[in-house]
């Protein structure tokens, strides 16, 4: 890992790249749907720290061969990404599912715009992510890798992966389940698109078989690794340094890692996962320099 | 038209092949994810006229050139739009927007699974639909074809499209609005997704510019038809008829076309809209007879 490398400065310019796109691409606030269009960007620039976006444009840098600067069908990937993470924490946050008031120390949608305008706020970034995605007018638009994509993001997203996810996390509330099964709510809620992030980015940036399949092995396990520090700061974190409810798990009776195994033991498995990450990009060069420390930075983010 | 045309054995044998495709493609209810599943299954099995992937299947067909059935990305594409229509229906029904308790018949997906879960089904839908219109491993794939598919279903059902009409539709609730807004409103929220299933199907079906152009006003105008129908329904059904409670629109002081303009005149319009669809398609031959068909279809249904 190099030591040189300036992980914050890498993050402060990709995260204003990304919302600078996220901001062109984005509908403006006007006109008859001005309300909609004012409640996703609500959500959408309420400070998110952009890690999938970042995690896309990262992992098609460790791949290229050009210097060039991301593409745009690159960059409209990476804000689709963040749409659909956005609309899920719009969807999380309703009082039918977590009932949260605060995120990222804001009000959350419905408190801002009511059930129904936030249900319909999540439903609209959702949808507004696959026609970013499938756009047949960008720059570099290559048909091929855009349907790749788009099977790679809505799987992950979709019953069998964040979706599915969710609907288990609130059937198991209050009930004891096995590690086996937080494991599988974990992978499918936060992993899953987080692996997802780094493979679009892979096959924008056009990775071979085999460096693709390095990748995921990567993706999956930081995706690991932030769901264990989201667990471990849900039990140890303040509500001002979360910007929502700390210890909000153990009030809902939550299963957690620090639950099954207790803050040590969960802090190593974190760590295990990062190394195991890494491990994963032993044959790649230098320009996966940024993946290597996005990994640490998961690990020892504070929010 | 074709008065030697069945119309209603062609529905039976479309709707019987729709049916068949959903419950192939769609995930099986089993194992951890079986309640999510299930939830979906339920609303996507409920009775459903099919009228959209009906249409996708009839706009294809309007073009090809060979005799073959369906092929596989046609079928799926089909599928991608019921479910889109379902999800749009589990989230209109919930009690934070429309509050309905029956739904052709049957109790609503949240009386059923709880407003968390029909939430969950919605999106689990929504986000389906995009995989199976990305799959690349349908026979007859085309995956500039299918972007290009997928590009049009996600615009007309995000929030320029159906997700913003029904904004739109609540904003409007219990005001006066004028009815340049009523007519946005349909158009966004019926219009646009029945528009876009005839031109799925169009493209997939491999039209002509010039065809798709022609397919494309047939769509609008048996949009409109369609949502004026169901305003007179609304106005004139039983609730028995509809499966729905009847007169709900007025009870809520929606704005519709009766109120704008009296059943008579309202009547007069949706068929004026019929024949601007059929006038679209007088340089199609006898391939497009069941477009035709289905526009006679559409003005005259119960429900």
């Known amino acids: 890992m190099s030591s040189l490398f300036d992980i914050k400065g890498y993050l402060a310019i990709k995260r204003a790249q990304v919302d600078e796109a ?12 001005a309300g909609h269009i004012e ?25 290229r061969h050009d210097k060039t600067v991301a593409g745009d069908s690159l960059l ?13 924490l719009i969807h999380d946050d309703l009082p039918a599912m977590d009932n949260d008031d605060l995120r990222r ?30 756009r047949a007018d960008y720059a570099d638009s290559k048909p091929d890798l855009q349907l790749k994509v788009i099977e ?32 599988s709510i974990h992978s499918r809620k936060t992993g ?25 092995v990567y993706g999956e396990q930081i995706g690991l690794a932030f769901q264990i520090v989201d667990d471990l700061l849900n039990v140890q974190g303040t509500t001002e340094e979360l910007g929502k409810a700390a210890g909000s798990d153990a009030l809902r ?13 969960t802090k190593k498995m974190a760590a295990e996962s990062v190394e195991h990450a890494l491990a994963a990009l032993t044959s790649f060069d230098h320009r996966a320099d940024p993946l290597r420390e996005l990994a640490g930075y998961i690990i020892h983010r504070r929010r």
């Not at 408190?111 to 995605?133: K, V, W």
């Open 253 to 265: 009776k939550k299963a957690t890692y620090p639950a099954f195994f207790g803050v040590d033991r």
């Open 39 to 63: 409640a996703m960007r609500y959500s959408l620039f309420a400070g998110g720290k952009r890690v999938r976006p970042i995690l896309c444009v990262a992992a098609a840098e460790s791949v």
């Open 76 to 88: 409209a990937a990476a804000c689709a990404l963040e749409c659909i993470h956005t609309y899920s």
């Open 192 to 216: 899953a698109l987080i692996t997802a992030s780094v493979q679009s980015g892979a096959v924008l940036g056009g990775a071979t078989a085999e460096q693709l399949d390095s990748l995921t």
């Open 22 to 33: 996220l901001n062109r691409y984005m509908l403006q606030s006007e006109g008859e749907l």
């Open 152 to 183: 790679i993001i809505s799987r992950a997203a979709g019953p069998l992966g964040m979706v599915g996810g969710q609907a288990m996390d609130l059937d198991s509330e209050g009930k004891e389940i096995p590690f086996s099964v937080l494991r």
């Open 105 to 134: 120390g804001r009000p959350t949608n419905h408190r801002m715009y009511g059930e129904a305008g936030a249900i319909l706020a999540g439903d609209g970034l959702l949808t507004f992510a696959f026609d970013l995605l499938s």
